[in-house]
């Protein structure tokens, strides 16, 4: 059916997907090849389930769905316009942009299958067809490269032309033959401020990313109390990071597109006042984020990192509220919330760690407290 790729574009702008292309179904050996590698050297360290099983099962797509012939590369942008500042003194934190809506894997599942089941349609049979979005085990970024959506930059997202890596990605893989797009030559070039702004250095070399070093990792994947070392350069970041998309000149001109779904309800998606955020009950963080790509990171995970961004922020108005959670039930927030008073300094903030550590009954947490009382006392040396 001569015209079914330009059906299938159509259909797909209709969706609200911005880039379509197509490729084979094809193994992606050279992609298996470079996961393997990064396993192999633990650059994907704190992702127990990107196994080397799964890198292989991944890059085979007819091992994935029986008789597939093509794939569909898709891709939505999710740069939307943000809400206007809060006028406010509060002290906030940070999202990533492409958490301001709502989950962006719902949303695109529910796309792509409307547009699977118009490829039947205009088929006249069942195409035989699978969707796959982020968590499904499927290379959509070198689908995408291959299709001739865009090319892989050097903090390894892939730029779309017009749209930046603004954009989420998302693959159908049919057993109907389509037309196979041809990769872009487009390069980044010898532009490396991704790399140089990265305040962690998770960009370890060119198109290579230290998973472990990454601050949307840290703030996102990671479970457990954050490398004290890493803590300082985290900012005020409370789940993911944008730091080396924003800085990206490519990104810089790429198209606002107005997407509802992806667009932010309010200011607090965006920038959430910290304290209210680590403060949060069950009830509050599931009424505030149900629908949302930032439960990814669960309660106690977002208030370990509004702790540590509190004490990045050096604000002595939080004191009472990281003092209140050295008490919290989870030591996670406890012995963060501990490092963040080690942090601000004070009066308050030593009485608050001293009557802690004669009552805490968990070592790390205990530890943490000693910890923030010596940097206190260092502090407090330094002065003198």
Not at 41 to 64: H, I, K, Q, V, Y
Not at 291 to 311: D, P, Y
Request: hydrophobic residues 45%; contains cysteine.
């Amino acid at each position: 059916m001569s015209d079914l790729p330009a059906f299938i574009r159509d259909e797909a702008h209709r969706l609200g997907f911005q880039a379509v292309g197509f490729t084979s179904a094809e193994r992606f050996t050279a992609t298996e090849d470079v996961l393997l590698q990064r396993i192999d050297a633990g650059l994907m360290a704190g992702l127990p389930w990107f196994t080397a099983e799964r890198a292989r099962l991944s890059c085979r797509p007819d091992d994935l769905l029986a008789g597939a012939r093509s794939i569909v590369a898709l891709a939505a942008s999710y740069r939307t316009a943000a809400p206007p500042a809060p006028v406010d003194s509060v002290t906030r934190g940070r999202v990533a942009r492409y958490a301001w809506g709502q989950d962006y894997h719902t949303v695109l599942k529910g796309r792509a299958r409307e547009l699977a089941a118009t490829i039947s349609e205009r088929l006249g049979r069942p195409a035989a067809a699978r969707v796959f979005v982020d968590t499904s085990p499927l290379p959509e970024r070198a689908v995408a490269q291959r299709a001739g959506l865009g090319w892989v930059g050097k903090n390894t997202n892939l730029m779309v032309k017009g749209l930046g890596s603004w954009v989420f990605l998302a693959a159908i893989a049919l057993d109907v033959d389509l037309p196979e797009g041809e990769p872009l030559a487009t390069h980044c070039g010898s532009c490396d401020l991704c790399i140089r702004a990265c305040p962690t250095g998770a960009i370890i070399d060119n198109y290579t990313l230290d998973n472990s070093r990454c601050i949307s990792y840290l703030t996102i994947e990671h479970r457990g109390s954050i490398p004290a070392a890493m803590r300082p350069l985290m900012d005020d970041w409370v789940f993911g990071c944008d730091i080396c998309q924003d800085v990206c000149p490519v990104n810089c001109k790429a198209a606002v597109v107005g997407d509802p779904a992806f667009t932010a309800p309010d200011a607090c998606r965006v920038t959430p006042p910290l304290t209210d955020l680590l403060a949060m009950d069950v009830e509050t963080y599931q009424t505030r984020f149900r629908g949302t790509a930032v439960k990814r990171a669960k309660r106690s995970g977002l208030r370990r990192n509004a702790a540590i961004a509190l004490g990045n922020a050096g604000d002595p108005a939080a004191v009472a509220s990281l003092a209140e959670a050295l008490a919290d039930p989870d030591p996670l927030v406890r012995s963060h919330a501990a490092w963040a008073l080690g942090r601000i300094g004070g009066g308050e903030a030593r009485c608050s760690l001293e009557m802690a550590a004669t009552m805490e009954g968990d070592l790390g947490v205990a530890e943490e407290i000693a910890q923030a009382l010596a940097a206190l006392a260092d502090h407090t040396a330094s002065d003198a």
